[in-house]
Nanobody, 115 residues
């Protein structure tokens, strides 16, 4: 069974940092890229960034570039989203997902940034 489990969300003040984790199981990690999406209340889900498990290349949305960093530990089948200089507009539920198929999503983890 393919599973993605996010953790690490919480409440943080603006300017603070959080690190989210996405633990993957049930599939060959190297066969997929892993993406991070987020969805704020009343808004559409948007892509944050992604990482290729094979060559660890990364991509970031303009809204988070320079503040967020995605990394992976293939030995642990885990992808991380390091979020620095957080802003209230980063408040959302954050999800990880297998790419490019978008078939498998985690349950999401809430990130709330207070002003």
């Amino acid at each position: 069974e393919v599973r993605l489990v996010e953790s690490g969300g919480g409440l943080v003040q603006a300017g603070g940092s959080l690190r989210l984790s996405c633990a993957a199981s049930g599939f060959t990690f190297d066969d997929y890229a892993i993406g991070w999406f987020r969805q704020a209340p009343g808004k559409e889900r948007e892509g944050v960034g992604c990482i290729s498990s094979s060559d660890v290349s990364t991509y970031y949305a303009d809204s988070v570039k320079g503040r967020f960093t995605i990394s992976s530990d293939n030995a642990k089948n885990t992808v991380y989203l390091q979020m620095n200089s957080l802003k209230p507009e980063d408040t959302a539920v954050y999800y990880c997902v297998t790419l490019p198929d978008l078939n498998y999503w985690g349950q999401g983890t809430q990130v709330t940034v207070s002003s």
